[in-house]
């Protein structure tokens, strides 16, 4: 595990892969993409992207209970952004520069 990692599962109480593998298992949930940025505030922060299987229902404050119940750590600094798709480029690689602008919007907001 990279330090990088070792880091984040000091602060979250699991890796990144972990924390989207226990989102990808709510019923509701049919892809989730978790990383990291460094957004406009200056603060390195976790972000998960959920795509729900309907469009309507799912909550972010729904997603961070189930989280609460079933992680160690802080799961509230984590921040989940629920999308219609994953942002890829035309070779399927996820777009991360798409998914910044939608985690700097949910930062906004949390803001206002």
Known sequence: MSSAQTDLKEQYGMKPSDIGALLFEHENVSEVYV???????????????????????????????????????????????????IPRNPMGTVERDKL??????????EVA
């Open 100 to 109: 910044r602008i939608y985690a700097e919007q949910a930062s906004a907001k």
């Open 35 to 85: 990383t990291r940025f460094e957004l406009t505030d200056k603060k390195e922060t976790l972000c998960a992207f959920v795509v729900p299987t309907a469009s309507e229902g799912l909550t972010e404050k729904e997603l961070h209970e189930y989280c609460a119940q079933r992680m160690p750590g802080n799961t509230q600094e984590i921040r989940i952004k629920i999308i219609e798709e």
